[in-house]
T-cell receptor, first 114, second 114 residues
């Protein structure tokens, strides 16, 4: 079955650590996205990528980094510079480079700072 | 830049009652509009989408939405709510450019009384 896989489902990070969240899709989508979700705040865009080896900052990119070395993969690193990383992180993909195509979402990763 | 407002943070309805969730958008051209549903701790599932044509769109699980350009609205409706509809609902607008990113509203949490 085609879809988007995020791992791990739960992740715990100590203060000062970098952690990487995995996102893999087998939908042959060009575009991939990372959103952060906090209670009562909806979804906010962190980074997006329209094509391999290219990505752009979203609204809240500070303290995060990404790479897009393969079409299928778009990992997100939460760095120690992110002061409040505890949140639910959602990865999405879409056909991209087109108008109005919907995004498909993974099941999310819940990151907690301990 | 586009924006989406969902005026109701929480809504409680009785099982079997009708439902309407409000969504207002701001966008300079014809928008591409979506409704997603999220169960606790899960990703987002697409309920329905509007790209063009008939302004009343049908979705999954018995939901429908009506695009009203004059009111900049895209309200979600269901004639009879089931207990399994309890979830969080997000309205989103898509940018009609190659970026194709979605901007989300803050969400409406639906609770269903027996």
């Amino acid at each position: 079955d085609g879809g988007i896989t995020q791992s791990p489902k739960y992740l715990f990070r100590k203060e000062g650590q970098n952690v990487t969240l995995s996102c893999e899709q087998n939908l042959n989508h060009d575009a991939m996205y990372w959103y952060r979700q906090d209670p009562g705040q909806g979804l906010r865009l962190i980074y997006y990528s329209q094509i391999v080896n290219d990505f752009q900052k979203g609204d809240i990119a500070e303290g995060y980094s990404v790479s897009r070395e393969k079409k299928e993969s778009f990992p997100l690193t939460v760095t120690s510079a992110q002061k409040n990383p505890t949140a639910f992180y959602l990865c999405a993909s879409s056909k991209g480079r087109g108008w109005g195509t919907e995004a498909f979402f993974g099941q999310g990763t819940r990151l907690t700072v301990v | 830049a586009q924006s989406v407002t969902q005026p109701d943070i929480h809504i409680t309805v009785s099982e079997g009652a009708s439902l309407e969730l409000r969504c207002n958008y701001s966008y300079g051209a014809t928008p591409y509009l979506f409704w997603y549903v999220q169960s606790p701790g899960q990703g987002l599932q697409l309920l329905l989408k509007y790209f063009s044509g008939d302004t009343l769109v049908q979705g999954i699980k018995g939901f429908e939405a009506e695009f009203k350009r004059s009111q900049s609205s895209f309200n979600l409706r269901k004639p009879s709510v089931h207990w399994s509809d309890a979830a969080e609902y997000f309205c989103a607008v898509g940018a009609n450019n190659a970026g194709n990113m979605l901007t989300f509203g803050g969400g409406t949490r639906l609770m269903v009384k027996p």
